[in-house]
């Protein structure tokens, strides 16, 4: 059978937009990441160009003789250009120059000999590692230049990721604003709801009780009759309190779990198909008491059933089983022989307004995951699932 949205759900509706907004957003990162990773190569083949400059500048130096008459003023301007770029000059295996080192910088600090050589060859290889040193000879002797990529272009280098992840942060504390938001107007809708819904109620029931009392005064009333009439009104009143417990901050009382799931499955039993065959089977103790409000556990335990029934067709087997579930922990399984729950459908039978039935609003799973959740502080949730094979829901709560 085809599922029914029988309610529309704006934030549904949004579901190809905001696909679209995700696709728009992960384009918009692409390109951020391409533009600063062009960026960041930029930078570094223009600090790579200052080093050969710097590297032909010293052999330009050392090359030209004391006694030269060569105007060295533009070289010495090339040489002191470079201002970001940490550098180290290796002399067959020594160290006789650098600029620019991070360590050096402080000049109220006096580094002894042995530190800063210690220091340089730390630098060397780090560089080395780095980037390919810069090789040229001045006469017979080998000289390198090594040199690392400067504070800005490393900060280049991780500045988009920096970027992207504040974007992150704020977008997710936005949706989270915006989930709360929407979860506050949900809870405000069901408070609503179920308020009004036990005010209406309470009027018409009064008025039945005095009916049906009325109808017993008269002696050739049949009491038969008049106690079927009082079951049905007691049973409007049973609907009343949940809605009305639904609605406000329900009153909790300590209850043994297990007579008080026996007697709900007891009551169903009357009242659905004689071709659905009820197993119950309590593996914890009588005397294992909870802390809940009877009259919505109740309501959850019959929502979960009627939904078994249903997804059976009026035929098959329904099994309800109490086992622990770890410490102070109790398990509430509820198992159908019916038709399952497709892999599509498992994330939306909680949601509400979704149903797979002619008839109903889908809203049952949803208020029972409400009571089960905010007000016993358990769990709710689809155990395992087969098309065709049946379905187990799992409620989970703590014992006291």
């Known amino acids: 059978m085809a599922k029914r949205e029988v309610f529309v759900n704006i934030y549904e509706q949004i579901t190809g937009w905001r696909f679209v907004a995700i696709a728009v957003l992960m384009s918009i990162g692409v ?26 500048g010293i052999k330009f130096f050392v090359e030209m003789s004391v006694e030269s008459t060569c105007d060295y003023t533009f070289v010495q301007e090339v040489l002191e250009a470079n201002e970001t770029v940490p550098a180290i000059v ?32 730390t630098k060397i290889s780090e560089m080395g590692n780095e980037h390919q040193p810069i090789e040229f000879s001045i006469g017979k002797d080998k000289v390198s230049l090594y040199y690392s990529n400067s504070v800005l272009a490393k900060q280049l280098r991780y500045f988009p990721y920096i970027l992207l992840g504040t974007f992150l942060i704020f977008g997710s504390l936005a949706f ?88 709900t499955l007891h009551y169903l039993e009357r009242r659905i ?74 994330r939306k039978v909680f949601k509400p307004g979704f149903s797979t039935k002619k008839r109903g609003w889908g809203l049952g799973l949803t208020l029972a995951k409400r009571i089960i959740e905010n007000y016993h502080d358990g769990k709710l949730f689809v155990k395992e699932t087969q098309v065709d094979k049946g379905t187990t829901f799992r409620i989970v709560l703590d014992t006291v």
């Open 273 to 346: 198909s004689t071709k659905i065959k009820v197993h119950f089977d309590s593996q914890i103790s009588d005397e294992v008491q909870v802390s809940l409000n009877k009259h919505l556990l109740e309501w959850v335990v019959e929502n979960l059933c009627k939904n078994a029934v249903d997804a059976m067709g009026g035929v098959g087997d329904l099994y309800v089983t109490l086992t622990h579930a770890g410490r102070r922990k109790i398990a509430i399984d509820v198992r159908d022989t019916g038709k399952g729950i497709s892999k599509t459908n498992i």
């Open 176 to 263: 989270i604003a915006y989930s709360s938001s929407r979860k506050a107007e949900q809870n405000r809708v069901w408070v609503g709801l179920a308020k009004e819904t036990a005010h209406q109620l309470g009027t018409p029931i009064s008025a039945l009780m005095a009916w049906v009392e009325v109808l017993r005064s008269d002696p050739s009333f049949d009491a038969t009759i008049g106690d079927e009439m009082e079951k049905d009104v007691k049973r409007l009143e049973t609907i009343t309190t949940r809605f009305s417990n639904i609605g406000s901050v329900p009153q909790m009382s300590e209850e043994q779990i297990s007579p008080l799931i026996y007697q």
């Open 31 to 56: 390109g951020v990441l391409y533009y600063f990773n062009q960026l960041g190569k930029e930078v570094e083949e223009r600090e790579k160009k200052y080093v050969l400059l710097y590297a032909a």
């Open 90 to 121: 290796v002399q067959n295996g020594v160290p006789i120059a650098n600029i620019n080192i991070p360590e050096f910088k402080d000049s109220t600090r006096t580094w002894k000999p042995k530190e800063q050589e210690r220091i340089l060859y």
